[in-house]
Nanobody
Framework: QVQLVESGGGLVQAGGSLGLSCAAS??????????MAWFRQALGKGREFVAA????????RYVDSVKGRFTISRDNAKNMVYLQMDSLKPEDTAVYYC????????????????WGQGTQVTVSS
């Protein structure tokens, strides 16, 4: 069993910054060979891709709306994944989810087998 636990959400003014963390755990779990991603879901909308990182950390992907503002990173030794969010906008308001897969880095929901419970990010104007 794999557990993903997000933290770091909160309320911030537009233009501000927040850093999200995702702690991975489970019996014999290792983030090595696990590709990780962040998705988000705004109230009344579907879950959308935000950023992904390959298990090595070399390959990263971002949705166009966050490029240049968000940075995904990971620390495999600590089984942690991070999302640094800068220049936040009200439209970034959503519940942010951490996800993991061994199937390969992807911007789609379907390949991700493991999901956290989510952390709320609210950006006020």
């Amino acid at each position: 069993q794999v557990q993903l636990v997000e933290s770091g959400g909160g309320l911030v003014q537009a233009g501000g910054s927040l850093g999200l963390s995702c702690a991975a755990s489970g019996r014999a779990f290792s983030t090595y060979h696990m590709h990780m991603a962040w998705f988000r879901q705004a109230l009344g909308k579907g879950r959308e891709f935000v950023a992904a990182i390959s298990w090595s950390g070399i390959d990263t992907r971002y949705v166009d709306s966050v490029k240049g503002r968000f940075t995904i990173s990971r620390d495999n030794a600590k089984n942690m994944v991070y999302l640094q969010m800068d220049s936040l906008k009200p439209e970034d308001t959503a519940v942010y989810y951490c996800a993991a897969t061994r199937k390969g880095i992807s911007t789609m929901l379907a390949p991700y087998d493991y999901w956290g419970q989510g952390t709320q990010v609210t950006v006020s104007s």
